[in-house]
């Protein structure tokens, strides 16, 4: 009997047709499903409320545009097997399993010095395990260790479909019209070179709007600076959280501690199962949960930071082109010790101050190739004619300090 075919409809790109086979069936596993409680942006809602939408959703728009880039590189005469699809289908359905709740936000928070990439490598295995090594190709795609290069970079590079759709979903989910990108010609424009993804010439001045568009949805939203004040603060509740645990001074919830108890490596994730279940377990709510119960906590710190940000009662921060001045910061500290009564230790938590970057394009990383009538190929630095490609590969750095409102003008 032919396979029901599934559909799911899309407020971003429509109706997107499911994966099917061992594609669906992982998109049905509990560790999948994990990714509707994990929302896209973080913590991103406190200042643009309808920024609620999740990884799930991303997951599965990202998997829609690879599969129109397949089919466009395939009209275009690249060979590409059925197992190859699938397998490249595969890896983007899989690329952001291994997220953290929150998203970035408590990255190499609740895994020491883990990020969420390797974590979904780790992720990958398991379930090549599972299917008995049925995603063997979909690793080594994955991993960028498969012959035909373009694929991986069809997943990972900095015109991926990962970017593509992130920036158009979060534009909508945001509001923030600068991020509109026009996906559609893009892909259209895909074609492959030397075994290396390319860009036809017709299509340089949406690659142009897709650097721009992404480095002001850098500003406007991601590094947006409420949001990061928001993100700074959930950062150091559990950093605060670690501190009081590692004093044997709170209790906490079973999954968190095993997390916890020792600084666990990346080998440990491939030889320990139990602890990609832990981290499975885990997502927005249970961290809500946490905060709330944490801000009845006795330790002041840890109950005042969770009040703070479960009621937007959110520090003050200002963007600045310098760092902070040294006594500024002091002065601070002082004032907060002294309102608070607290040490200069517990202080500290109620200040930040380092730097934010971006860079909208990277000419170190895979570039963005342009490829001319006449065969010629050019980074797209050097191919676009309207705008200072070179200006937007350079590192922005704005610096920032934040704390309570009490202390912010002095």
Known sequence: MKEKIKILNDPVHGFIQMPSGIGFEIVNHPWFQRLRNIKQLGISHYVYPGATHTRFQHSLGAYFLTKQALNVLTEKGIEITNEEREATLLAIILHDIGHSPFSHTLENVLFKKINHEELTRAFICFYNKLFNNKLDLTLKIFDNKYKKLFLHQLISSQLDMDRLDYLKRDSFYTGVLEGVISTERIIKMLNVSNNSLVVEEKGIYSIEKFLISRRLMYWQVYLHKTVLASELMLIAIFKRAYELFKENKINLPENLKILWVKNWTKKDLYSNETLLQTFAQIDDSDIIVWLKQWANHNDFVLSTLCQKLINRQLFKIKMLKNPIDQNIVDKCLKKI????????????????????????????????????KNGKIMDIAEASDILNIDILSKKVIKYYFCTIPECFNI
């Not at 608070?340 to 963005?368: G, M, P, T, V």
């Open 337 to 372: 010790i002294k309102m608070y009564s607290l040490s200069d230790k517990e202080a500290k938590y109620f200040i930040f101050h380092d730097f934010a970057e971006n860079r909208a394009y990277s000419i170190n990383d895979y570039r963005i190739n342009i490829l001319f």
